[in-house]
């Protein structure tokens, strides 16, 4: 177990063939499965397909479809990739982490990796949408328009977004308070864009 402590992480799984129970272990994520490290210290590969939801530690990761990938010169319609769920409720808000690339620069080492998406989807609906954001300040124009539709029925949030109260950094906060039916509140912020 010493091992399953050093390069896995406690969390749960369910399995798509399953999905009424939940596994628990001690589970890492590859390319292309959840890796699972059972009390023996043997590893089983679930690949993704086969894995419906799973939680690591205090993060929690569902399937999500219909947004667009950064391929570098082509975009692709994302089907079944998973996401990290930052909140829920009748709006879910997620977030999905290119995998990180880098290169060797005289100054260091610098990611190229495209900025982080945020995404949401109504709990009635199947598909996600990403949210566009201006990376130097976590907002902007497009950012508070791709929010407005999903609190329309909240006068104080869309006056939060008139007034430019949101920002990527605070995003899970405001997504909480609609779904919580609570007042937002602009602090703390969530990190900053070395953070995020």
Do not use: W
Not at 3 to 11: I, K, L, R
């Amino acid at each position: 177990m010493a091992s399953a402590q050093y390069d896995f992480s406690p969390g749960s799984y369910v399995l798509e063939s399953n999905p009424q129970i939940r596994l628990k272990g001690y589970l890492k994520q590859n390319a292309k499965a959840l890796v699972v490290q059972n009390v023996n210290g043997k590893n089983i590969k679930h690949p993704f397909d086969s894995v419906r939801s799973f939680k690591i530690e205090l993060h929690s990761y569902i399937k999500a479809s219909g947004f667009t990938i950064d391929k570098g010169f082509t975009g692709e319609l994302a089907k079944d990739l998973f996401v990290e769920l930052l909140d829920s409720g009748a709006v879910s808000l997620m977030r999905y982490r290119y995998p990180q690339n880098s290169i060797v620069t005289p100054n260091g080492l610098m990611s190229t990796s495209p900025p982080t998406l945020y995404l949401l989807r109504r709990a009635s609906e199947r598909e996600s949408i990403s949210i566009p954001y201006a990376v130097i300040d976590g907002a902007g124009k497009r950012f508070r328009e791709a929010l407005l539709p999903f609190v329309s029925a909240r006068p104080d949030l869309i006056a939060a977004l008139r007034d430019k109260k949101v920002t990527i950094y605070n995003l899970v906060t405001f997504i909480s308070s609609l779904n919580r039916n609570e007042p937002f509140l602009t602090y703390p912020l969530q990190g900053s864009p070395s953070t995020n």
